[in-house]
């Protein structure tokens, strides 16, 4: 079975940085992608970054473009989101997901993905 597990939230202040961590076991294809995804009261889990392991293609969501910087190291099976800049409406439990094959057809969407981890909380304050 696939595991994803999500860590490295915390709180921050506005234009401070974390780094989220996926540690992911159990994909059976080199074929796969994993993506982070918020989700903020009241509102609905958006996709924020995604990355494929086969060409290491990214995607961002507008708002995160060139603050937010996705990446995988294979040897240890994590992928990682460095947040730099961040703003008080970063703040949401962030989930990693991942899906057989390329996210290339649904997008970096929620309802694309075969898998969760656990969420983790970054709060950023004002």
């Known amino acids: 079975d696939v595991q994803l597990q999500a860590s490295g939230g915390g709180l921050v202040q506005a234009g401070g940085s974390l780094r989220l961590s996926c540690r992911a076991s159990g994909f059976t294809s080199d074929d796969h992608g994993i993506g982070w995804f918020r989700q903020a009261p009241g509102k609905e889990r958006e996709g924020v970054s995604c990355?494929?392991?086969?060409?290491?293609?990214?995607y961002y969501t507008d708002s995160v473009k060139g603050r937010f910087t996705i990446s995988s190291d294979n040897a240890k099976n994590t992928v990682y989101l460095q947040m730099n800049s961040l703003k008080p409406e970063d703040t949401a439990v962030y989930y990693c997901?991942?899906?057989?094959?390329?996210?290339?057809?649904?997008?970096?969407?929620?309802?694309?993905?075969?898998?969760w981890g656990n969420g983790t909380q970054v709060t950023v304050s004002s």
């Open positions: 997901g991942g899906l057989d094959g390329s996210y290339y057809y649904t997008g970096c969407r929620p309802f694309g993905m075969n898998y």
């Open positions: 990355i494929g392991s086969l060409d290491g293609s990214t």
